[in-house]
Antibody
Framework: EVQLVQSGAEVKKPGESLKISCQGSGYSFTSYWIAWVRQMPGTGLEWMGI????????RYSPSFQGQVTISADKSSNTAYLQWSSLKASDTAMYYC?????????WGQGTLVTVSS | DIQMTQSPSSLSASVGDRVTITCRAS??????LAWYQQKPGKVPKLLIY???TLQSGVPSRFSGSGSGTDFTLTISSLQPEDVATYYCQKYNSAPRPFGQGTKVEIK
């Protein structure tokens, strides 16, 4: 069974760094792109970028380029999304999803709250 | 970059009604178009890919059509459990944006 399990909810202060994770199982993790999707409170889905864990090739949405870093660790079947300096506007639910290329399998989401 | 525009942004219809949502790409994307359903507080769910291929397990009242720049999602007979927000997404190349969503409610 294909599963994507994301790390738990985070509460951070502005300016802090953060790395959230998405661990895949039940399939060849290095053979499928993983996408990250943001959903701010009460708003729609925003495609942030994708990474191919096989060789760490990645693509970013222009809206998120330079704002976040996507990475992957083949040895642990885990993809990551990280921020070096969080802002209040980063408060959102973040989903990872396997890109088939349509997004068939989704993680359960990680809620990130940034507040002073 | 290609933009995806959905219409309407929301709609209210009666149980049993036929509902149509449209999605327009700012440039041609072939049939590289998926539709997702997101119920309140839930993870999005893939409904249709390849513009018209129904994902396994999705009720047959859902259908998709179109190619190039204009696409539609149709619910042939709206059911109470279809209350959700629906999103289209292009996936032929990166970036792969979603449409802004269409919220479907029961009248």
């Amino acid at each position: 069974e294909v599963q994507l399990v994301q790390s738990g909810a985070e509460v951070k202060k502005p300016g802090e760094s953060l790395k959230i994770s998405c661990q895949g199982s039940g399939y060849s993790f290095t053979s499928y792109w993983i996408a990250w999707v943001r959903q701010m409170p009460g708003t729609g889905l925003e495609w942030m970028g994708i990474i191919y864990p096989g060789d760490s090739d990645m693509r970013y949405s222009p809206s998120f380029q330079g704002q976040v870093t996507i990475s992957a660790d083949k040895s642990s079947n885990t993809a990551y999304l990280q921020w070096s300096s969080l802002k209040a506007s980063d408060t959102a639910m973040y989903y990872c999803a396997r890109s088939d290329p349509q997004l068939h399998y989704w993680g359960q989401g990680t809620l990130v709250t940034v507040s002073s | 970059d290609i933009q995806m525009t959905q219409s309407p942004s929301s709609l209210s219809a009666s149980v049993g009604d036929r509902v149509t949502i449209t999605c327009r790409a700012s440039q041609g994307i072939g049939n590289y178009l998926a539709w997702y359903q997101q119920k309140p507080g839930k993870v999005p769910k893939l409904l249709i890919y390849g513009a018209s291929t129904l994902q396994s397990g999705v009720p047959s009242r859902f259908s998709g059509s179109g190619s190039g720049t204009d696409f539609t999602l149709t619910i042939s007979s709206l059911q109470p459990e279809d209350v959700a927000t629906y999103y289209c997404q292009k996936y032929n190349s990166a970036p792969r944006p979603f449409g802004q969503g269409t919220k479907v409610e029961i009248k």
